[in-house]
């Protein structure tokens, strides 16, 4: 492993100060592609289809991850006010409010505004019922905390303080669901990383494999050019670029592969999905780039242990 | 030229395939190297490349000790050489254009020069006309002319030839042997191995005689 590492590193140096033989490398390359058009399609094809199985993955990931994170903000705490509560009781409640560290935000419903929102959420059939002549909904604050690991316990502490204060009639914060709904998250994020870690080990072992095998249906090649004077470096050169070639190009074509499924759910579903509150994003430009960066590195590492073992077989004799 | 000193090979062990053989070839010699199969001729010419390593003896080609090189510099020996095998080496998905210019490729050669060379060779051996064509559409005869071309075309002062008519047609054979004595003509030291008595007759050069690995007749 040892020699592996060190040779690689040696190699990589030679490559780099002797840039004639890179170019020349990069010629041969290009009349290698051509020469063996099919195997090179073939291994493109084989990274592109694992790039973008694994592709579709993070963009679930991503959009999973941005669900969960809205339907988070949307946990609050209600309090529903006293029909008669007085102006320094509210303003002592406010105090309570600001005082708290964890709360996000604080938003005032009138009981003009309950009422009319009620009234717009419920179905046009059942409106007839409503035509009261009194509003039997009470004032509230509408409490929004900030995310934090110990989120639940503090808002329960807190509805507790709550309930002790002068002018509250009832808190709500649905207990059941938001304890359900944490713990649901935190599934969710070991799942998609387990996932996450199996596909990207199955990823780097495909890419590598592909490589491998094309590398070997050209022993033969790497033969010739030892016998007819070429130098190690020389042998390696155009696998490596090859190699790291069918990385970048199986990566970009994937790339381009899930952008036309997220343009295509994007332009057929968004307005569907827009009630939840969520907006369908593509992949992060970190995560892109990372994906590229990733397919080319295993590309050129596949090929560099590919050539080194068949080279080292060759010396062995 | 080729100087080969008590050399012995051998695999796994078990009965040597070169058993302490010394030979000599002068610079711009012709030789034939026969004898029957197994008796050490392919394994000799592998010595002489750097391609097989030995367990005894020296062998020099051109002054330098092969014995002594590694993976990493013999590639300097092999530059010295030609070689072609019986099985012609070609690489299927290049033209004949490109099998020929790849030997001056992979030494550094400036692409003029490239073309300039890989034409004359193609010259030399007559097939021009099918520069473009890929060898699984050539004959054998043809094929082995292609591999002829591309071990001359780095002038080497040495060339190795592995049976290069066993998969020929007598007529065809002869043709290709009075290409190798043209080049010899031209000053290249040639080692011929093959176990045809008629292309020996037909060349008329200094015979070594291997048997199990022995020199029985030089």
Known sequence: MQTLISGFRTTLSNILSNKQTLISGFRITLSNILSNKQTFMLCVATITMAISIFGLFLLLFFNLNGLLSSWNRDVQLIVYLDDDISASQKENLEDVFSNNQQVESTTEVSRETAWAEFQSNVSDNLKPLLSLEFNPLPASYKIRFRSSDNRLSHIREFSKILETQQGVESIEYGEEWISRFEKFIVFSKIFLFAIGGLLSLGLILIISNTIRLSIYSRQDEIELMLLIGATPRFVKIPFLLEGMIQGLAGSVLALFLIGGVHYYLKSEFQSSIDAMGMDFQFIAEPFLFGLIGLSVLVGLMASYISTFQFLYLLNKK | ?218
Do not use: C
């Open chain 2, 1 to 218: 030229m080729i100087q080969v000193f008590n050399v012995v090979k051998m695999y796994d062990g078990s009965n040597p395939v070169l058993d302490n053989i010394s030979l000599e070839i002068p610079k711009g010699e012709f030789v034939f190297l026969t004898g029957p199969s197994g008796a050490g001729k392919t394994t000799i010419l592998k010595i002489l490349f750097g391609w097989e390593s030995f367990e005894k003896g020296q062998v020099l080609v051109q002054g330098i000790n092969v014995g002594k090189l590694t993976h990493r510099n013999v590639y300097t020996l092999r530059r010295s050489m030609g070689v072609v095998f019986q099985d012609y080496k070609l690489l299927p998905n290049k033209t004949v254009f490109e099998n020929v210019s790849f030997a001056q490729e992979v030494i550094g050669h400036d692409r003029k020069t490239i073309r300039f060379k890989t034409w004359e060779a193609l010259k030399n051996v007559g097939l021009t006309p099918k520069k473009d064509a890929y060898p699984a559409y050539l004959s054998g005869g043809e094929q082995q002319r292609i591999a002829i071309a591309r071990a001359m075309v780095n002038s080497p002062a040495i060339i190795l030839a592995d049976e290069p008519t066993g998969n020929l047609d007598p007529d065809i054979a002869i043709e290709i042997l009075k290409l190798f004595e043209e080049l010899n003509q031209k000053g290249s030291t040639i080692i011929f191995a093959t176990h045809s008595q008629e292309i020996m007759k037909a060349g008329n050069h200094r015979v070594i005689s291997l048997n199990r690995g022995k020199v029985v007749a030089s």
